[in-house]
């Protein structure tokens, strides 16, 4: 019984729209999580252009929003809404979708040996269901007045009152919920694809300890995206509901807003910060895990030898994931709840720094000693681990309820998090775009442009995000949209510095899509395997792999996926595919 | 950068079992130090049997979630109030128990006809239609019972105990209709004899779930509302 029982696409809509093919919807998946990335950097200029020159006006902007930015000046209120937006299309559209949608749906199966997923269908609805959300939440610019204002959490009572509570908090709110909704579906629909394709489809002879670390994160934050998604999507329905019906989930008695007396009673504002940091502390795990994996099997072949150990990457990524259920009340540590439950959130919050502590020590462990082919990839994949290291630092400091207390909801919470999850998660996606396009497309891409590329927005990231910290141990707060305060006046140069730093790390960027859109027509020809890798990705009949794959003839697993450092016919490393017997070393039983 | 041009290894098909396809990879390492492929005696289950399990998991943390915000919601003020659970509530209960009864009669059925057992004069479609008309009247039923409280005033709104009412059975209800679709998706392919023996235990693992899951939620409201 073959899986894929979809014969090959005829018709230019069954090909590239409404494609049962894996790979198509992985890039399917790769197309969207760009375009949101390129609104989220935009919306994230805007932010920052105001911050700096706050009476600055933007010109044009008054043609997206009359009331929100009139004459191109932003009203405290749009710069909410504008940050909402951004925070939420690229907490979403981007860091879950391409690290783990996008570069997932067209690795897994191949990497494990299998023609296509279980469930074509569903994964075409999984990749669809979440182009709708995409657009349900984009919506929300051009109807009533604007984008909900509640940042990415949301937090009730006032995303739950209506628009009493501020422009875009009635209908741009429950726009912003059915997105998420809808998301919600099709990262579930996602996770059912990608366990069984983990679990059941797996070729002769892979074993699961013989599955690359990529597929490994990516199981692992199937399973995550699974439980998390499945928490967040009734949340969001009880917000719909509160919205629309008149119910009073999060609303508490006697709330008064604006002068007005919400006709709620009852509701538990908590209740919306435990039902949405349960899903929010893990969605941190499913943006960086994936590029945990990505990092590891990118550095491997860029290094030539395996990583001290294979078993132990698998079982601290094993290890974030489980941890990362224990420990969301990190998030609300001011919030009001009973100050011992933010000491049993904080222990499992330092003991989370344990197994990322030791993958760290296992990246540059592993590096020690080797001869490091520096390439666009793997100099991405340093910057990841150099962004995780740098941000995950401050996680010590907020850990501590103590501490976050006065550091919560400054900019110091900002930095690490864009650093920690955002530009960690990022430096993972450019690492497997540089490293899996050949594969993808079947061209190169220009290395040159790739290293320029690399080095600035590795020390632009560090230019803007370092810098919060500072902020935010300067008592910076988060969310405002100006700083009209006497301390915080003299901050405003070095917001300035960032803002200066942003538009240049942004337009850096588009270096990437230049490189990205030539090399895609008019690259130099990629060979079939051009980094000289292992895994089963490297053994198709053409480059990029034919519908189903492998063509006639399925793979059956030799060997352990990294084979570096051996004596074989091929060079220095020995295919999993390849039956020829080598010396292996450092193969693990 | 390296661009040494390298042919992948040509996979000798001589060395591989008759029976080519993907999904035997197994739980454990099964090729010996030799680089020899043993032939494979166990393959792993179909992909239909582990979904499923993926998509009742996701169903339980959906519930879960839900009875917590329940729990929580109850806890945080003093306004719920209690109302009596309409009585065919209990009928529908025993609807959906028994189409679980009758859906495991059909999948035997189906089983011994696939098997060439029986003569093909029997129709082993009859007991899924059974389970299909209960499970359609089980929804019915719950329509019923909305019904009845609304002519009661007690709407989505009135009070959160009411509110927990709507939301909990119109997600399970939701839930049980897919179930239904599930059903009718087994029939078609049982007609055109393509049914394969996966898919309908798959089905009847998420009928059954539906009925525990129901049961698991009447418990709930009875002893909460």
């Known amino acids: 019984m073959r899986y894929n029982t979809t014969p090959p696409p005829t018709t230019f809509i069954r090909k590239h729209v409404f494609s049962l093919d894996h790979k198509v919807i992985g890039k399917q998946y790769y197309a969207l999580a760009l375009l949101a990335a390129l609104v989220g950097m935009v919306l994230s200029w805007l932010m920052r252009i105001h911050l700096g020159w706050t009476a600055a006006a933007i010109p044009g902007l008054q043609l997206l929003s009359k009331d929100g930015a009139p004459g191109g000046v932003m009203t405290p209120e749009y710069y909410l809404q504008l940050m909402t937006m951004h925070g939420t299309i690229m907490v979403f559209f981007v860091l879950t979708t391409a690290p783990f949608a996008a570069f997932g749906n067209y690795f897994l199966p191949i990497q494990v040996g299998a023609e296509d997923m279980p469930f074509p ?87 699961m300890m013989r599955m690359p670390l990529t597929v490994w994160g990516w199981f692992i934050t199937s399973c995550m995206g699974l439980t998390a998604f499945a928490v967040l999507m009734p949340a969001v329905i009880l917000l719909i509901l509160d919205h629309v019906a008149g119910t009073s989930f999060f609303v508490p008695s006697n709330l008064v807003i604006n002068d007005q007396l919400q006709p709620h009673s009852g509701g538990s504002t908590l209740l919306w910060q435990h039902l949405f ?180 927005s590795f020390v632009g990231t560090y230019c803007i995000f370092m810098p919060f910290h500072y902020l935010g141990m300067a008592g910076n707060v988060r969310r405002y949209s100006a700083f009209v305060v006497e301390y915080l006046q003299p901050l405003i140069p070095v917001h300035r510095f960032i803002t200066v730093a942003a538009l240049i790390t942004g337009a850096a960027q588009l270096i990437f899509v230049y490189n990205l859109i030539h090399s895609r027509f008019w690259g130099e020809p990629a060979p079939d395997n051009p980094w000289e890798g292992t895994s089963l990705e490297w053994s198709t009949p053409t480059t990029p792999p034919p519908h189903n794959n492998f063509g006639d003839h399925l793979p059956a697993v030799y060997h352990d996926p990294y084979q570096y450092g051996v004596k074989c016919s091929t060079g220095d490393y020995v295919m999993q595919a390849s039956p020829e017997q080598v010396a292996t070393v450092n193969e693990e039983k | 950068m390296a661009t040494t041009v390298h042919q992948p290894p040509q996979i000798d098909s001589g060395r591989l079992p008759e029976t080519s396809h993907s999904g035997n990879g197994g739980w454990r390492n099964l090729v010996p130090e030799d680089g020899d492929l043993r032939v494979v005696q166990h393959y792993s289950p179909p992909a239909s049997s582990t979904a499923i399990w993926v998509v009742l998991f996701a169903i339980t943390m959906m519930f879960a979630a839900l009875t917590s915000a329940l729990v929580v919601r109850k806890g945080a003020s003093l306004d719920w109030r209690h109302f009596t659970l309409p009585s065919i509530l209990y009928f529908n209960t025993v609807l959906l128990l028994v189409s679980s009864v009758t859906l495991e009669v059909s999948r035997r059925r189906v089983a011994t006809f696939m098997g060439g057992l029986r003569s093909q004069s029997e129709s082993p479609a009859r007991w899924l239609y059974v389970t299909l008309f209960l499970g359609l009247l089980f929804v019915a039923g719950q329509y019923i019972a909305w019904l009845q409280l609304s002519a009661q005033g007690v709407f989505l709104a009135t009070n959160p105990s009411s509110s927990f009412f709507y939301v909990l059975t119109a997600a399970h209800a939701l839930h049980v209709l897919g179930g239904l679709a599930g059903i009718v998706y087994v029939i078609r392919k049982l007609s055109k004899s393509v049914l394969r023996r996966s898919t309908l235990d798959a089905t009847a693992r998420y009928w059954h779930f539906m009925d525990v899951l129901w049961v698991y939620l009447l418990l709930l409201l009875w002893m909460k509302l």
């Open chain 1, 121 to 207: 269908h569903f994964n075409m609805m999984s990749f669809w269901v979440t182009f709708v959300g995409f657009l349900v939440l984009i919506a929300a610019f051009f109807v009533g007045d604007g984008p909900s204002l509640g940042g990415w959490t949301q937090y009730a009572p006032l995303s739950a009152v209506g628009s009493v509570a501020g422009p875009g908090e009635g209908t741009g709110t429950i726009l912003w919920a059915t997105s998420i909704a809808l998301f919600c579906v099709g990262q579930l629909l996602g996770a059912l694809n990608f366990i069984p394709t983990t679990l059941d489809l797996r070729a002769k002879g892979m074993s």
């Open chain 1, 277 to 456: 940091w349960f899903f929010g502390h893990p969605e941190v795990y499913i943006a960086i895990v994936p590029g945990m994996g990505i990092v590891s099997h990118v550095l491997i072949t860029s290094m030539r030898k395996p990583m001290l150990s294979h078993r132990v990457i698998i079982y601290s990524m094993g290890a974030l994931a489980v941890l990362s259920y224990m420990v969301y009340g990190h998030h609300m540590f001011v919030s009001g709840m009973n100050p011992f439950s933010s000491l049993a959130f904080s222990f499992p919050t330092l003991v989370i720094t344990i197994p990322s502590t030791i993958l760290v020590l296992m990246w540059i462990g592993s590096l020690y000693g080797s001869k490091l082919r520096i390439t666009s990839a793997s100099l991405f994949a340093l910057g990841f681990v150099s962004m995780f290291v740098s941000g995950g630092v401050s996680g010590f400091f907020l850990a501590q309820p103590s501490i976050d207390i006065m550091l919560h909801a400054t900019y110091f919470v900002v930095g690490h998090f864009h650093m920690v999850m955002g530009v960690a998660a990022m430096f993972g996606i450019f690492s497997a775009t540089y490293f899996w396009f050949p594969k993808m497309t079947g061209r190169m891409m220009n290395e040159t442009l790739g290293k320029i590329h690399f080095w600035l």
